[in-house]
């Protein structure tokens, strides 16, 4: 059982998000970062947003940062939720929306991947497509 | 009376607010600032999210920058409230969710305590108890 | 000729660094920047620095920002040089040592690449083989 | 074998390096990161300097973020040497002076500690201290 991500993964889990995204027709920009939520590995497809790269980073950075899906997040950080503030509250890496998802072995978080590119639903729907990949690794 | 945050007391408060979250089932970073709002110690849980050791220490850092607990200021930086934009308008260190709870000596404010890990009531339960043994030191 | 870094070129690019790294037994940290001097494909070898994501990074950018190798810019930033306090000058994403090369296309700089994670010497050799390669393509 | 740095681990590391400072007299701030760099726990003795919090951070930080002691990065860092600039590329998290000692266990680097409130070499041995007491747990 995988205790890290390691870069060959970590390259499986982009390309299965990368078909994902060519199939909904959306250039993405994916990221995938390890147990201790840095970087291991990054890819923005032709033509996908230039403001996405680092939000999609953020992504992966935030869903691992708090072993949960961004999209979970979302729901508890809006104006008069619990958590509200969380994003503003930090140096700019939090995400609060859709499309970051964590990466597991064993039923642990050992890493995330990032989406952004798309509407927020097309978004988690890639990172969705890099987590099965790399569960089923 | 102490006027100030000493390292032995910070540890302390640390140490119980440790306990109640060992209680609760859920690892907690939990911060303490002295009465000039710096950090003085700092404790991060087995297994306590990576995204909340900067709002621990943010928590703890606002608890003491305003003298009042992060929950109040949750309060009133509501969309359509007075202090609205206090978390956005620095340099990212207002954290307006609760968890942050002022240190006090003699009805004075000498420092804080701040915890990040786990639901808002959670976190501020962790504070209270690490700002309880403060008090009765 | 192309205009501008496709993803399929970066990943081309990297690989062939990474090839480079491999034979040279260290593990680094490697990113392809566009014509916008915009990320476009980062890859950490497992165990390369985590100090050397940002470092590999900025490399590449500034490569590209400057259309010439980090290694120049290094021999003209030092105290006493006419470029010294270039890295200093900007929000830190400069890098002054070697690492760092633009990636060309009929002459012209379409984008860049930059290697951090063992001797700059070693850095600036992986750089070239993910620039050759991608001169090649 | 360790593969990560506890809380216990960090503390136990902390209290050795704080007798080490008690007996050069000289009140310290130490932190101690964990194997992906972030901060497990942190502790400032009374009376250490204010300026020193931020960078006992960024020394733990950089010994691990580089697999090597901050005195031996301070090494190869100056002006004219082959990473002179290393420090201003990047945010603002890498120290080039002594102070930062990676945390091994089996030979591998699985954190590191930092130490910032005296002279350089005093700041090296109160982090060796930790260092040797973490290797020896």
């Known amino acids: 059982m995988p205790t890290d991500v390691t870069l060959q993964a970590a ?4 390309e299965a998000a990368r078909q994902k995204a060519d199939k909904l027709g959306v250039p993405m920009n994916i990221a995938v970062v390890d147990a201790g939520a840095n970087l291991v590995a990054f ?3 032709d033509g996908a947003w230039l403001g996405s790269i680092e939000i999609a980073c953020n992504k992966a950075y935030t869903a691992r ?3 949960m899906p961004t999209k979970e997040l979302a729901k508890i950080s809006q104006p008069g ?4 503030g969380i994003a503003s509250s930090t140096q700019h890496r939090i995400a609060i929306f ?3 998802i964590p990466l597991k072995a064993g039923g642990k978080v050992v890493g ?4 952004s ?4 639903d097309q978004d988690h729907a890639v990172a969705e497509a890099g987590a099965e990949a790399f569960g089923a690794s």
């Not at 390259?11 to 982009?14: D, G």
């Open 98 to 100: 859709p499309g970051g």
């Open 117 to 120: 590119g798309g509407k927020p």
């Open 65 to 67: 940062a708090f072993d």
């Open 11 to 14: 390259v499986a889990a982009i």
């Open 43 to 45: 890819a923005r497809m």
């Open 81 to 84: 939720d619990p958590a509200y």
């Open 112 to 115: 995330a991947v990032g989406v």
